[in-house]
Nanobody, 114 residues
Framework: QVELVESGGGLVQAGGSLRLSCAASGSISSINHLGWFRQAPGKQRELVASISNGGATIYAASVKGRFTISRDNAKNTMSLQIIGLKPEDTGVYYC????????WGQGTQVTVSS
């Protein structure tokens, strides 16, 4: 079981940028799909971006054009580049393999001030 650990969150002003990182404890080359989830305060966790081993990406409508997911199998890492941050992007971001099974990691907090 590969453990994924998120980092890179912070407090930013609306319109700003962040790059979230996800480091794996082992090889991710055999993981077909990886994704980033977001849980906003008082809301359910939602999948905002996913990427296949071949690099195919899918984004939630609310983040399309502002979020870019990428993975580096050689470095066992995944990233989420975010530009044009909005207050509604505030939440805890989690990286995971897909489909997600079991417990969640600690996540990384993103707070966007207006």
């Amino acid at each position: 079981q590969v453990e994924l650990v998120e980092s890179g969150g912070g407090l930013v002003q609306a319109g700003g940028s962040l790059r979230l990182s996800c480091a794996a404890s082992g090889s991710i080359s055999s993981i077909n799909h990886l994704g980033w989830f977001r849980q906003a305060p008082g809301k359910q966790r939602e999948l905002v971006a996913s990427i296949s081993n071949g690099g195919a990406t899918i984004y939630a409508a609310s983040v399309k054009g502002r979020f870019t997911i990428s993975r580096d199998n050689a470095k066992n890492t995944m990233s989420l580049q975010i530009i044009g941050l909005k207050p509604e992007d505030t939440g805890v971001y989690y990286c995971t393999d897909l489909p997600h099974v079991g417990s969640w990691g600690q996540g990384t907090q993103v707070t966007v001030s207006s």
